[in-house]
């Protein structure tokens, strides 16, 4: 008897739905959530040795750590990005290498670290569905049972750094696809149950994702016509999705046209990113501590539509250069800002409404998680009321470009064509 069939055979004596696999997927979260956990600190702890950079020093250290990013990939391995993530769980069976997990988790610290416009969400999803995945072949687990615990290391990566098991766990199923939201819908108990396990050993170590991380003021519906008010301000993020998916698509073609390695192009982009980080300290990191930062300061009008356009520049020469990491939070900070803008127009409208509905419709017009992104938002700034989060969600996943902006979430055949 092979090692799944013992995991996978519960004792003919046993009353419930509880079966060993549920030990498998437990397990998986455990370790997820120690990996996120392990990999959190030491973030912290190179941001805060690398915070002492500040004004022009901004710019060499910058390009310095993109060129050293840059020879971690081009001599231990590239890793690739969420797109090649979604191809192998969708299109090989689920498999995720972890042989180039090292190259990821190196290069993504110092990129993270330094001050890039990416967050730790894709190197951590890496690095915990492929252990899933090196799981499921050790113990002999083919097709949809390799899948699903693959994706299940997903969810405990997602859930440790966002702090919401239900949202993390339908963000790794609804990324895979851009039409039909939840395509493998058998991983969705064991994504839940590894979500949990890595929210408690996460919250453990390194305390984060108790509550609420982003402090926006309470907000009650006033009148029924809230809903199309989120609806409003979210075709205004929408268009905003849509300028960063085509700059950043534009300066992807611009990159590969150029004859660089991996390293002149990632110092090309540090270079660019210190400059901008310099004139806008506020594009400098991902978002999550920004975010709070924006939320709680008092801004021109000016300068909210400056930070807006400098940080979406700065997102896409991040995501196009070579730097590693993932883009989701830096999608919420763009978000946020433009709520603010927005808000200077509308005073009289609750600022959490316009800010949170701007969020949401701008990371699923690029994502097309709808459901997951609701769910997250909600967890990571206490709104209390789903309904306007999932108005402007649906608002920002039905006029999103026809050709998802993650290529891979497209069909197989349709996918293929594109490569």
Known sequence: MNKASILEGASSTNPFVFSRMFLLWAFLGLVGGLIAGVYWITLEFL???LSIFQGWQVIPLMAGAGLLA???IHFIGDPGEIQLIVNNI????GKLDPKNNPSMILSSLLCVASGGSLGPEAPLVQVTGSTGS??????RLKGEELRSLSIAGMASGFTALFGAPLGGSLFSLEILHHKHVVEHYQAIIPAFVASCFSYVIFAFVVHLGLGPIWDLPAYEIADKFDFALAVFFALFATAVGWGFIFLTKGLKVLFQKTAFPIYVKTLIGGIILGTIAFYFPLTRYFGHEQTNHLLEGQFTLSFLVLLLLFKILAISVTVTSGWRGGFIIPLFFTGATLGLIIHHFMP???ISLTVISCMAAVN???TRTPLSTTI???SLTGFSYFIPILFASLTGYFLAPKTPFISSQMEESKNHKSA
């Open 376 to 378: 997250l938002l909600a």
């Open 134 to 139: 090196w799981l499921g072949k050790m113990l």
């Open 348 to 350: 009289g409208v609750s």
């Open 364 to 366: 699923v017009c690029v």
């Open 47 to 49: 941001t805060h040795q």
């Open 70 to 72: 840059g020879l971690i």
């Open 90 to 93: 969708r299109f090989n069976k």
